[in-house]
């Protein structure tokens, strides 16, 4: 689309040129219409009343049956948790060992052992067995229903585009919202904590059954037609058994994607698993038995990853079976020969002192450097969070900046903004003169009080140049939903703090991947980091900014960093390092230097990859936007959380909507800029 000219200008350029246009419009108004830069509240529906009423009276009716089939899963439940807790623990760590070494040898299960050896002398073995036959139970009910959807959408193409959708609506709200409805169908329990976590859980093995059924190649098909087999054996016996390692995939986010919400579903839960310990550890700033907890969610993440995702490899090594058969038997015999000495694993409290060590030693720390950590956090608050927020002729003042900012300073910055963007004008850049134009008028007003007409037409041209009319329709119509809610300054809200965020892991990871890919050795130092970050719980990430930093926007700000920069890099190296050798040879042979190559064919061959990161990115930022709403952040995380708190449904489902559709709308543009990239290549 960007491709397309109108007159002189290309798409993308009358697109920043209307988006100017219209801005510069509201300044003019803003004094004489008010309306016109800020909604009018009369004009606001009673979208979330009509939701809540809408919805409870729905619910009433599906009550009866969720609370059935809640007592249907209760005994599933018990019955993992019983098993859990009455097999004794070096049993269980043995199996754990024989299968990592099965899988993986020595290094799987050195890992196994040591993890669950920490497990163990944690104290928290009980609490983690709790957690893991949440796990055992929601994973396979993810699994039957996302390998449903999968096989629903491949058999039937005309429902494909209808579970697309569905399943970037079930990605991208974010799990507070639905715990709402969730409370009021099935009730307070941990069987609410499971439902949740299987519906959080079943979008990524959708999307990997149908991904891998319709990657198996039409030769197999076709072999599986002419050998005369139903449709039911060439899908069951062919083409499932074909489309397994990607199969496997999904098993393996799903497994992930389950244990990232124990958490969360402990808020809803409420039994004596880690996720509450977690939870209770950290309300009462006992920030080392809180790090402790987390550490047990952490091994357990870790051990399923690589397990799972060693199952998904599609050449992979079985070790010696006879070796793990002779590591369960010296568990067992350990468990017979000791069993009266095992006692209870709840008084394994070992490390204890490691974590009062830690609580006390950061407390130093702490205190003994107040003054650097403050001057660093509200650096970054006064000097960039701040303004970015509220703009800068009301953030920089005598108490921030140590000077007040005029009229007469706004007018300058227009005009010395309005000068470089006419030079690059002139030099043929028309698009990046108007978007520093618009970039400066959005600095000096601030994200959150832009006008509601700017961001609406803006981001409506901004779709059409990624995706079309159709998207720029879209996109309009739904930030038009958000408007008439009553939710649009939360919106904004949420939109600064989770753009702020994904702007510094643009920056922050594609920094790491362009090292990453340039120096081996550097990327052997970042993969580990990325690995480990990737495999933590979103909830854990609060736990550390909180020790230092206290609850307020700023640690909420680093939390989502660090939940979100790990696609990033991860992306941007991948980009780098994938291009075509054929074109690495061309570029050598025309005499172009390492850098050259990597600014003129490297970059440009990456970006569609990179687009693809930075969509991730945007995703993730969302999706950790709602929990960090916990330690302080304002905005829609925080309607959705407190909307929880009361039961309020209507604005539970209506923040979390609004939610969806600022990462729905970020998402479908950038894959779409990512399209055209793809198309501009040739790929």
């Known amino acids: 689309m960007s491709r397309l000219r109108i007159g002189n200008l290309s798409a993308g350029s009358l697109a920043a040129l209307i988006a100017v246009s219209v801005g510069a419009l509201c300044l003019l108004l803003e004094g004489l219409m008010p309306g016109v830069t800020t909604f009018p509240k009369d004009w606001v529906l009673p979208a979330t009343e009509g939701v809540g009423t809408g919805v409870k009276g729905t619910l009433t009716y599906l009550k009866p049956a969720a609370r059935m089939f809640s007592a249907l899963m209760a005994y599933p439940m018990a019955a993992t948790n019983y098993v859990l807790a009455v097999v004794p623990w070096p049993l269980l760590i043995a199996a754990t060992v024989a299968l990592g070494w099965r899988l993986g040898g020595i290094k799987m299960a050195s890992m196994a052992a040591i993890g669950l050896g920490l497990v163990v002398a944690s104290g928290y073995w009980v609490q983690g067995m709790n957690t893991l036959a949440l796990v055992a139970v929601s994973v396979p009910l993810a699994l039957l229903v996302g390998a449903g959807i999968g096989i629903l959408a491949n058999e039937f193409p005309r429902f494909r585009e209808p579970v697309q959708a569905l399943l970037d609506v079930m990605q991208t709200v974010p799990t507070f919202a639905y715990l709402t409805p969730l409370l009021v169908l099935f009730g307070f329990g941990p069987v609410v904590g499971l439902i949740a976590s299987a519906i959080y859980a079943a979008p990524p093995m959708a999307r990997n059954v149908l991904l891998g059924l319709q990657r198996v190649e039409s030769e197999v098909k076709e072999a599986a037609v002419m050998a005369g087999g139903t449709r039911m054996q060439q899908l069951f016996q062919v083409e499932i058994p074909a489309a397994k390692v990607q199969i496997m995939v999904g098993v393996n986010q799903c497994l992930m994607a389950a244990l990232s919400m124990v958490i969360i579903a402990a808020v809803i839960g409420g039994f004596n698993d880690i996720g509450w310990e977690v939870l209770l550890t950290m309300r009462k700033a006992q920030f080392g038995p809180a790090m402790l907890a987390g550490s047990v969610i952490v091994v357990f993440a870790i051990l399923i990853d690589r397990m799972s995702g060693t199952l998904a490899q599609e050449r992979r090594q079985l070790w010696d079976g006879r070796v793990s058969l002779g590591i369960l038997a010296l568990g067992v015999i350990a468990t017979l020969l000791f069993w009266s000495r095992i006692g209870d694993p709840d008084s394994y409290q070992l490390l204890d002192p490691v974590a009062d060590g830690l609580d006390s030693w950061l407390t130093d720390v702490t205190r003994s450097n107040a003054e650097a950590l403050t001057s660093f956090k509200n650096g970054i608050m006064f000097y960039v969070l701040l303004p970015l927020r509220i ?54 007003t601030g994200v959150s009080q832009l006008p509601w007409p700017f961001v609406i037409i803006g981001v409506g041209a901004l779709s059409w140049v990624a995706g079309g009319p159709r998207l720029a329709l879209l996109s309009v119509i739904l930030l038009a939903t958000i408007l008439l809610s009553g939710l649009w300054e939360r919106a904004l809200l949420s939109l600064y703090l989770s753009g702020a965020a994904v702007f510094a892991c643009a920056v922050l990871g594609g920094g790491l991947g362009l090292l990453s890919a340039v120096s081996p050795m550097a990327w052997r130092l970042v993969r580990p980091i990325c690995d480990m970050l990737q495999t933590i719980p979103l909830f854990v990430f609060l736990i550390p900014v909180l020790m230092v930093f206290q609850i307020g926007e700023f640690s909420a700000f680093l939390a989502i960093i660090a939940y979100a920069v790990v696609p990033m890099i991860r992306y941007t190296r991948q980009g780098l390092i994938a291009t075509p050798e054929e074109m690495i040879e061309a570029a050598t042979a025309s005499g172009a230097t390492r850098w050259q190559m990597m600014r003129d064919v490297r970059a440009p061959y990456a970006a569609p990859t990179i687009l693809l990161g930075l969509n991730q990115t945007i995703l993730y930022a969302f999706a950790m936007l709602v929990i960090a709403a916990l330690i302080g952040t304002t905005g829609l995380g925080q309607s959705i959380y407190l909307a929880l708190g009361q039961a309020d449904v209507g604005l539970g489902i209506s923040a979390g909507a609004a939610m969806a559709i600022l990462a729905l709308i970020a998402d479908r543009i950038v894959q779409g800029f990512a399209e055209e990239r793809k198309r501009a290549l040739g790929l």
């Open 391 to 444: 703009g800068l002729d009301q953030a920089i003042l005598p108490f921030t900046w140590g000077f007040q900012w005029t009229a007469a300073m706004s007018l300058w910055f227009y005009a010395g903004a309005a000068v470089v963007g006419g030079l690059l004008a002139l030099r043929g850049q028309v698009t990046l003169g108007l978007v520093l134009l618009i970039a400066a008028g959005i600095l000096e």
